[in-house]
């Protein structure tokens, strides 16, 4: 079993050569979901009791928000394999970290801690990676700002480095419509709202994964839901109290690269264990079923307010799909591998309102189609923040760029074994959300090459 430290240090910028492969068979163990381990951390400082969190995600963006709430004042015990005990001190026990907290590669990390730290009564600086000083800030910043946060930042307050100093006195709650369905914001804007005085309510164009509202839930928070609109109440310190066990489901993000995995490779059969089917994160099941695919869930369960199941899929006959709007936040981390799939499919598939995935890891619109078109020529065009992808056509072996992003080496590399292969820059940044991918694909495929 791979082991981790909080301190991963530099992530090797390995090639690696994927080869083509069929029948892929077997039982897969999917990693912790990232967005749940990430709040699982966070909420679990607030508390003044360990929390138990098992099959926490070891990737190196939940180990950055691990060794922030660490640098706040938490304990944070970790057997560098998937469980972590936490203990904070309690509601209002927060410290100021001595240190720059570096969030690394985490869009998640940053903007969500960016709320949670605003409401403090201290000094925090932040960084990041290269890809994370690139991405838009300003959407947190701002309504943090109408809270009374006070929030510098480069640029004119619209990208890192970050820094917070003390708002001297409480945050007000507000009512903030939000031009964006993302659930990084809607929780910055929770987070920083559970120190607030009065309820804060956020308000999206569509609705975005549910992790934070449903955890808050959890630790006895009291939220309140209605359509695209969820409100908190700041708890009264004591009513603060998060379980005593968070059991992270599996990552359906993760489990989409073998769902496509198998239906795309032939003679391919995949029981998928664990996986988590928050129904705000299960477009890739209702786009893949619309593509034809065989997918079949079974002893769905709950735990900690979170649905998971076992999902099984075998090799199917895939059928181009048209889909946007509010699908889109219900599989927006999807999207490189939905385009993988659709490559293998009988005519079109067309990606509309994809605009968000300009401002991931990478430009994930301008990825997909230049890489995409070197193991599919001429299979992938974009129109502004729409994909249009031409299934079956003629596959190529080819040199690829994951540009550092952990999704689209993990979608290149699926393509590729199901295509004629491929050598992919950079291919190491699975590490993010995936260390154990690579092994995965060897271990569950049959080589034909
Ligand atoms: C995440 C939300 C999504 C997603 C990211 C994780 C989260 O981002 O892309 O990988 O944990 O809240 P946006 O909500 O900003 O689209």
Redesign the pocket.
Known sequence: MLKFSLTAGLVKQMNRKIMPIENFCGEIKIPGD??VS??GVMLAALGDKPVRITNFLPGADCLSTAAAMKAAGAKVEFDGTTSLIVTGNGFNGLKEPTNVIDAGNS??TL??LMGLFAAQNFFVAFAGDESLTKRPMA?VIKPLSAMGAKIFARANNKFLPVAITPPGQKLRGITYESP????????AILLAGLFAEGKTTIVEPYR??D??ERMLASCGVKTEQSGNSISVTPPVADEFSPPDLIEVPGDI?SAAYWLVAASIIKGSHVTLKNVGINPTRTGIIDVLNNMGANINIKNRRTSGGEIMADIETTTAKLRGATFGGDMI?RL??EIPIIAAAALFAEGETVIKDAG?LRV?ETDRIKAITDEFNKISPGAVKSEGDTLIIQGNLPKAFAKVKSFGDHRMAMSLAVAAAAAKGAEIEDADCVNI?YPEFYETIINERTIIQ
Not at 180 to 187: E, G, N, P
Request: charge should be positive; glycine fraction near 4%.
């Open positions: 990232k967005s990430h709040r869009g998640t903007r969500l959407r964006v369905a993302s659930a990084q914001v809607k929780s975005s994964r992790h934070t993000s936040p927006i981390d968000e991931k959300s």
